[in-house]
């Protein structure tokens, strides 16, 4: 028999979507010397915002 966990839901991941710009986009991020840049390009669909197209 496997002893039984608590889950509290209300801590660490709350499910739902965020908005692109508050989590991932940085447009103010400067690169640094160790950093490995690649570059893509990424056509959005119609309505969709550029920033989150990629």
């Known amino acids: ?29 400067v690169t640094k010397d160790t950093d490995i840049l690649a570059a893509f390009r990424v056509s959005p669909q119609p309505g969709v915002p550029p920033e989150e197209a990629g």
């Not at 028999?1 to 709350?14: C, D, L, N």
């Open 1 to 29: 028999m496997s002893p039984q966990t608590e889950t509290k839901a209300s801590v660490g991941f709350k499910a739902g979507v965020k908005d692109y710009k508050l989590t991932y986009y940085t447009p103010d991020y």
